[in-house]
Every structure is written in structure tokens, then in C-alpha cells.
């Protein structure tokens, strides 16, 4: 039987390996774009390598773009094997410093837009009696630092939700995995907000340092397509495991906090990251 996959902000990054990673597993993958004009690379490849990759717009931040693309997938093939949320983007700015409205739009995508998915993709995949749903998280949705709250904690959040959700779909043969990557070299660090320092901030050298930082570390950055084979061994276990770490870098943040007391990583991460 043709299994069929979606995943949400494929025009680049994570998304786009994939999707293709997806199809050339045999998918017949629904690759979702806000922007269908971004595809163009991706439709080239599919063309080349004879895939099958559907290009579906879905904009994680509306409601019907949400419903019209899901309906339009069911519709056609009648059931979802895979669901990988993974659009998501990056802002960054005290918690202070970021106003209502940013703080809201980040939860929107990297948080309620995936809400909205699940529940229209969840009551397919439990008639099946099978699926997987891959939440596309961070090793920042497990460690908080200074300069980028609002991105922390709607991947805290989507921690939180899939944890949930592995207990409330997994009695119907539903799967669901967190992937934590740590730095990996996509547009997400072109495509960042950051928010407008007040004239009185005591955050802007903080803050700069962090973004500065994590784009030093973006250099070296992990090739996303080491995120997209993660998840499509993850998706071939029998039985996965609730997280996926990619990158050693993660690795070591979150070996770190595992195996120290709150202090003790506390200190550890702000030698780490913030000594020099
Ligand atoms: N790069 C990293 O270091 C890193 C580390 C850990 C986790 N992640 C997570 O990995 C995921 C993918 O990011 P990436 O690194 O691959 O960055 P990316 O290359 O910037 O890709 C982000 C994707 O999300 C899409 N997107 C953003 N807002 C959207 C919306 N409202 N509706 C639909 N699509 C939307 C973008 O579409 P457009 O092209 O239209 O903007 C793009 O396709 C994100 O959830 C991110 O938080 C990234």
C-alpha cells in the first residue's frame, strides 16, 4: 500500500531534506509550502529523480490555509502516514525587550498552528490504527537561556504537547517523536527576528552575544540532511523512542543536563556559552 507523507515548511532546511528524503523512501509526499513559488527547487529534483512529491500550499499561522490543504490530502489519498511539523522560524530579544504581539506570532507558528494540524490529521490516523507524527523541536526545547525566550519556550511547549500526545494517541497505534536538533546550517538564521532592544534595554549585550553566538556556531553548523535521515530512521522503529537528538553539539547540551543538577548545569552553561 502507497504510504503518504506530509510535512509542513519544505521550500528549505529541514523541511525540504525531508520531504525528499521521504519520497525517495517511497512516500507520496505532500511537501507544504506557504509560498508555492519557493518550491521550484524541490519540483526540479522530484522531476529529475522521478519522485513523488506534491507541492500543497499551508501557512502554519491560518486556520483554513490549515484546513483547506489537510481536506485537500484526505481527500485524495485517504489517509496520512507520517505527519512531520517542522515549519518554524526563530525570534529573538529579551522577554522584556520582545512585545506581545512577536512573543504571540511565534507561538502561533511554532506552537498553535501545529495544535491545529494534529487535530485535523489525529482522527485519520487513528481510524488507521497507525501513523507517526514527528514534532520538529529543539535542543532549546529543553534548555532555556538568555536571548531568545519566545523561541525557547514555544519549543518547551511543543515538548510538552507531544509528550501528551504520545499517551493520548499511542492506545490507538499512534506514534509521536520530538526530534532536537542543535545548530544546523539552514536559512533559519536569515530568516530570524529580532526584536527592537528598548532605548533603556539591559539586554542588548546579552542578547547580541547569544545571536552572535549561535551564528558563529551556524558556520559549523550540521548539514540538515542529517536531520531528515534521523527522522526517517525514527519512523522505521517499531517501537521509537519519545526524542531524537541531532548534532553533537546537542549531544553535549543535553548529555550536560542530564547528568548535573540544575546548579551545576546552570554554571556549566553560562561558561560554555557566555565566559569570554
Ligand atoms: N536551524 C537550526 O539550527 C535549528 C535547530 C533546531 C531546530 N530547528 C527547527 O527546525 C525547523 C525548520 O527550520 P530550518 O532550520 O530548516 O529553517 P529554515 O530553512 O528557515 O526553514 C523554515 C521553514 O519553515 C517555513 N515556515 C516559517 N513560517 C511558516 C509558516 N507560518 N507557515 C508555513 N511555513 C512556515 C519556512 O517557509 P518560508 O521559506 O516561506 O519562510 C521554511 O520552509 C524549525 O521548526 C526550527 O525551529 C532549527
Known sequence: MEKVAIVT???????????????????????????????????????????????????????????????????????????????????????????????RAQFETNFFGIISIIQKVAPVMRKQGSGVIVNVSSVAGRIGFPGSPAYISSKFALEGLSESLRYEL??????????????????????????????????KEITEKVIMGIKMMAELGTHPSEVATTILNAIKEENPRPRYIVGNDAQMFLEAKKTKTDAEFENYLKKELFSS
Open 170 to 203: 499511542g492506545q490507538f497505534g499512534v506514534k509521536t517523536i520530538i526530534i532536537e536538533p542543535g545548530v544546523i546550517k539552514t536559512n533559519f538564521f536569515s530568516s530570524m527576528k529580532i526584536a527592537e532592544p528598548k532605548p533603556d534595554s539591559p539586554y
Open 9 to 103: 515548511g519544505s521550500s528549505s532546511g529541514i523541511g525540504y531534506e525531508t520531504s525528499l528524503a521521504l519520497a525517495r523512501e517511497g512516500f507520496y509526499t505532500f511537501a507544504t509550502v506557504r509560498n508555492s513559488k519557493k518550491a521550484e527547487k524541490i519540483l526540479q529534483i522530484a522531476k529529475k529523480e522521478n519522485l513523488n512529491i506534491e507541492i500543497i500550499e499551508l501557512d502554519v499561522d491560518d486556520e483554513k490555509s490549515i484546513s483547506v490543504a489537510i481536506e485537500k490530502i484526505i481527500s485524495k489519498k485517504q489517509r496520512i502516514d507520517v505527519l512531520v511539523n517542522n515549519a518554524g522560524w526563530g525570534l529573538f530579544g529579551s522577554v522584556e525587550d520582545v512585545s506581545m504581539k512577536d512573543f
